[in-house]
């Protein structure tokens, strides 16, 4: 009988890990959010956690029941018979992990599982067991999603990106999980050298070589959950072993690692050696400007400074860096860089030709690819070019020339995707054009009878029969006189007789204007007439008066009537101010008198 398993992953990474169980002869698999599930027997429980690289813990579900509270969550807990899965003596613990979900903590989850269960022992044995947070001998996962809760076993116990060979680790190490899976996405077939010019603590050094020698990443620990289960099979468990020594290969290529810190070289070589791959793996102490890498064909995976967890003096020129050297010493390789710094990683000045997005712990990451090319990417297709010439005689469609795309007159039509018929019969239509070219306006000549129009008629029948002349019209008549350059030119030269404004001024012939559509007089005319009136002098003060009065009339008239209304109101003491409108949204003041002096 084959059971529902669950293994967790970072997000990225599900493809990855869904390709290894089907490499491990796994099938029913199905790719979920930051997880694959599977089903199979212990067999395939076994091998998952042995083999898969991408794998953070594989889980086997025993129960769900809606958990809408913490109430509800207790009673589904203490409902499962937990003395069928652990004694007395052995100890548990638990990991919660909450989505949309109304209890909204999950430490206090976790605690209510353990109260739960814990309970149940009471209730049966008058004892229970203890808990252990590092290394229980049964770690049980909660997973509380839209109030509907899921229990499940953790058959890895301790997570899977802990392989056992890592001794020492620097200020910021890259998740061993994430480094396999990295290696995985790049392609790399495992027949060519591999570099990383800023290896740290040699994390991506180790997996690439357990990579290439087919070695199971989790062959150094010696512990799993599943080992502490009641139904656990040590016999199988050995021969799955057994067989994963006798799957180890050679390795014929070299993987090169450097660093600038000689500290950070310290580490590495240690880890490597707690790897047993130190005669597999080449360490140098020396800055990625400097070093030279094994001639291409290979790849190239890094991960530099972030700005993050260590702290750069100039990021950007760290990056333009190494892009310049990947340009002048990584000929033929497949450069892979992460980096969450994007504006960094744009300093590289490569362009790349695959984006993919992982996750480094919390820190959103861009994956990119750069293909160097030795020399120029133009040079790759010199030979393209140089095939093409050869056959003169291959038609490459309508524009291509030939040997009859040429017209009467020896001019090359390459790109006007013409025969030679169809030349010959545009130029008999320039001949019945000239014989009827009394019949059109000058203004037409410019314009060609497109051949689809006449390519299917009869080629006798005479153009103007073929196609109605336009209408034509008296040239002596003034008023149709189109406008000309030497109109444009005098009005030009006479700015002054031109009107302001958007109103279009047009030549006079014979007295008469051109266009009707203006009945204003023209600036001149209007400068010259009669009807004007001459400017007055203001030499007389009653004159100046007189005429700044009426200049002033409209604002005078307005004021004074104001001001006489204003004042019948006052006198007449009937002024109604809740009824009246004033503009500035106050009654104006009343003006007291002042009262004589008697003295």
């Not at 030939?402 to 390459?414: F, L, V, Y």
């Not at 169809?422 to 203004?443: G, H, N, Q, V």
């Not at 002033?552 to 009824?579: M, Q």
Request: aromatic share 10%; hydrophobic share 30%.
């Amino acid at each position: 009988m084959k059971d529902l398993y669950i293994a967790k992953t970072f997000a990225g990474l599900e493809e990855i890990l869904a390709q290894e169980l089907r490499d491990l002869q796994i099938n029913e698999v199905e790719i979920l959010n930051r997880a694959v599930s599977f089903k199979g027997d212990l067999k395939d429980l076994y091998t998952a956690n042995y083999w898969c690289r991408t794998a953070i813990r594989i889980l086997k579900p025993i129960a769900d029941f809606p958990a809408a509270d913490e109430l509800a969550l207790y009673k589904g807990i203490r409902s499962i018979d937990w003395s069928q899965l652990m004694g007395l003596e052995d100890t548990f613990a638990i990991d919660a992990t909450l989505s949309n979900s109304k209890i909204n903590h999950s430490q206090y989850a976790a605690l209510k599982t353990k109260d739960a269960i814990a309970d149940q022992f009471v209730f049966k044995f008058k004892e229970r067991p203890n808990v252990e947070t590092t290394r229980p001998n049964l770690r049980i996962s909660i997973f509380i999603k839209d109030d509907h809760c899921t229990v499940s076993l953790d058959s890895s116990n301790i997570s899977l990106h802990k392989r056992g060979y890592r001794v020492s680790a620097g200020s910021a190490p890259l998740n061993e999980v994430l480094a396999a899976g990295m290696i995985l996405l790049s392609g790399w077939d495992k027949k060519s050298n591999f570099v990383d010019p800023m290896c740290g603590s040699g994390t991506l050094l180790i997996e690439a070589a357990l990579i290439a020698m087919n070695i199971p990443p989790a062959s150094y620990r010696d512990f799993f959950g599943f080992q502490n289960f009641k139904n656990f099979d040590a016999e199988l468990w050995k021969e799955i072993k057994i067989d994963a020594l006798a799957q180890q290969q050679d390795f014929d290529y070299k993987i090169v690692g450097t660093d600038l810190a000689a500290g950070m070289i310290t580490i590495a070589e240690k880890n490597i050696k707690s790897a047993h791959l130190k005669n597999e793996i080449q360490l140098e102490q020396v800055p990625m400007q400097e070093f030279n890498p094994p001639k291409g064909p290979g790849i190239m995976v890094c991960n530099p400074p972030y700005g993050e967890r260590i702290k750069t003096r100039d990021i950007v020129e760290l990056y333009r860096e190494m892009g310049d050297t990947m340009k002048q010493k990584y000929g033929g390789y497949n450069a892979w860089i992460i980096s969450s710094d994007i504006i960094a990683l744009k300093q590289i000045g490569l362009y790349p030709s695959q984006k993919l997005e992982l996750y480094n712990g919390p820190l959103e990451c861009r994956f990119e690819k750069f293909e160097i090319y030795e020399g120029s990417k133009k040079e790759k297709y010199k030979d393209y070019k140089s095939r093409g010439k050869q056959d003169n005689n291959r038609q490459k469609g309508p524009a291509y020339r030939r040997k009859d795309d040429w017209d009467r007159e020896g001019k090359n039509t390459k790109f006007k995707g013409k025969t030679k018929s169809d030349w010959a019969f545009d130029a008999k239509l320039k001949e019945e054009r000239k014989e009827t070219k009394d019949k059109f306006p000058k203004s037409d000549e410019h314009r060609k009878g497109h051949r689809s129009d006449y390519k299917n008629r009869d080629e006798k029948s005479d153009y103007s029969e073929r196609r109605t002349p336009r209408r034509t019209f008296d040239k002596s008549d003034n008023k149709r006189k189109r406008r000309s350059d030497s109109d444009t030119k005098d009005e030009r030269s006479n700015y002054a007789d031109r009107s302001r404004g958007p109103r279009r001024e047009y030549k006079k012939f014979e007295g008469e204007r051109e266009r009707d559509t203006d009945s204003r007089p023209r600036r001149r005319e209007y400068k010259k007439s009669d009807d004007r009136k001459p400017k007055k002098s203001y030499n007389d003060s009653d004159e100046k008066s007189s005429n700044s009065s009426k200049s002033d009339t409209p604002k005078r008239e307005v004021r004074k009537f104001t001001r006489e209304i204003r004042e019948k109101r006052l006198n007449s003491g009937k002024s109604n101010e809740s009824s009246t409108f004033y503009p500035k949204g106050r009654p104006p003041r009343k003006r007291i008198p002042k009262k004589p002096d008697n003295d």
